[in-house]
Nanobody, 129 residues
Framework: QVQLVESGGGLVQAGGSLTLSCAAS????????MGWFRQVPEKTREFVAA????????FYADSVKGRFIISRDNAKNMLYLRMNSLNTGDTAVYYC??????????????????????WGQGTQVTVSS
């Protein structure tokens, strides 16, 4: 069973950039479809970005499309989220998520919380105006 640990959160000014990392352990990382979600207090967890197992198709929420980039490095068991042009609306706790998807080579990605079975503890991102 995979364990996930996020890092890279912090305080950044509006317009700035930040890269989040998610370290995976305890599973064959390449067989997991991965995603990033975010949550603010008293709101439901919101999908941000997803990447499939090979061929590593990506998918983004409209709110971050063109600003965020999700990527993965299977050799290092790492998932990343590069966040550019940040605004105060991006302030949230960001979570890394994984779904075991070993035999699917269609490039399918997943963008709802229930489709993911493993979650990290989250990392806070705060964007100041």
């Amino acid at each position: 069973q995979v364990q996930l640990v996020e890092s890279g959160g912090g305080l950044v000014q509006a317009g700035g950039s930040l890269t989040l990392s998610c370290a995976a352990s305890g599973g064959t990382f390449s067989k997991y479809a991965m995603g990033w979600f975010r949550q603010v207090p008293e709101k439901t967890r919101e999908f941000v970005a997803a990447v499939s197992v090979a061929p590593h198709n990506t998918f983004y929420a409209d709110s971050v499309k063109g600003r965020f980039i999700i990527s993965r490095d299977n050799a290092k068991n790492m998932l990343y989220l590069r966040m550019n042009s940040l605004n105060t609306g991006d302030t949230a706790v960001y979570y890394c998520a994984a779904r075991f998807n070993p035999a699917d080579f269609s490039g399918r990605y997943f963008y709802t919380s229930p489709e993911y079975h493993h979650w990290g503890q989250g990392t806070q991102v705060t964007v100041s105006s």
